[in-house]
T-cell receptor, first 114, second 112 residues
Framework: EAQVTQNPRYLITVTGKKLTVTCSQN?????MSWYRQDPGLGLRQIYY???????DKGDVPEGYKVSRKEKRNFPLILESPSPNQTSLYFC?????????????FGPGTRLTVL | RKEVEQDPGPFNVPEGATVAFNCTYS??????FFWYRQDCRKEPKLLMS???SGNEDGRFTAQLNRASQYISLLIRDSKLSDSATYLC?????????????FGQGTTLQVKP
């Protein structure tokens, strides 16, 4: 089954404690991205990757890092989380080749930073 | 001004009603347009792409108006199961970055 998986699904942490949210896809997609979703603001892109070792900033990259060492994985790293990073996070992937290709989203990670 | 704007609603309609949502975009270079459906804070799922000539999928019709820079989604014969948040997404497509810009979503509540 084609899917994007994220872990953990729920996380409560404290300010400053480094965390990583994993994302993995089994569709051999080149393109992956991370979004955060906040009430009234919709989905905003944090980072994206067009292929292995190729990453770039989205609209709201501050406070986040990513890496793309393997095609299937695209972890999101918060080196020093702060309360304003409390949000719902989605990982997404699609085949490179045009925007008509369906973008698949992971199930989401609900993060609370105290 | 946001690049992609939607009326957040909520739209409360009875079963069987026809409801339409609009989504405006500000960048005239936008090339690709989509409607996504999102249930109760779950992941968005592609409902349909929006083509220049308009397209229909069962009870759902999507249209694009480039002159006025908006896309629309029409749902006929609303079902209870149509209750969800509908997100429009737009991309510029000038480079193959695949970046989609989403509206904040329109909430639909279909009542018996």
């Amino acid at each position: 089954e084609a899917q994007v998986t994220q872990n953990p699904r729920y996380l409560i942490t404290v300010t400053g404690k480094k965390l990583t949210v994993t994302c993995s896809q089994n569709m051999n997609h080149e393109y992956m991205s991370w979004y955060r979703q906040d009430p009234g603001l919709g989905l905003r892109q944090i980072y994206y990757s067009m292929n292995v070792e190729v990453t770039d900033k989205g609209d709201v990259p501050e406070g986040y890092k990513v890496s793309r060492k393997e095609k299937r994985n695209f972890p999101l790293i918060l080196e020093s989380p702060s309360p304003n990073q409390t949000s719902l996070y989605f990982c997404a992937s699609r085949a490179r080749g045009g925007l008509t290709d369906t973008q698949y989203f992971g199930p989401g990670t609900r993060l609370t930073v105290l | 001004r946001k690049e992609v704007e939607q009326d957040p609603g909520p739209f409360n309609v009875p079963e069987g009603a026809t409801v339409a949502f609009n989504c405006t975009y500000s960048n005239s270079a936008s090339q690709s347009f989509f409607w996504y459906r999102q249930d109760c804070r779950k992941e968005p799922k592609l409902l349909m792409s929006v083509y220049s000539s308009g397209n229909e999928d069962g009870r759902f019709t999507a249209q694009l108006n480039r002159a006025s820079q908006y896309i629309s989604l029409l749902i006929r014969d609303s079902k209870l199961s149509d209750s969800a948040t509908y997100l429009c997404a737009v991309s510029h497509g000038s480079s193959n970055t695949g970046k989609l810009i989403f509206g904040q979503g329109t909430t639909l509540q279909v009542k018996p």
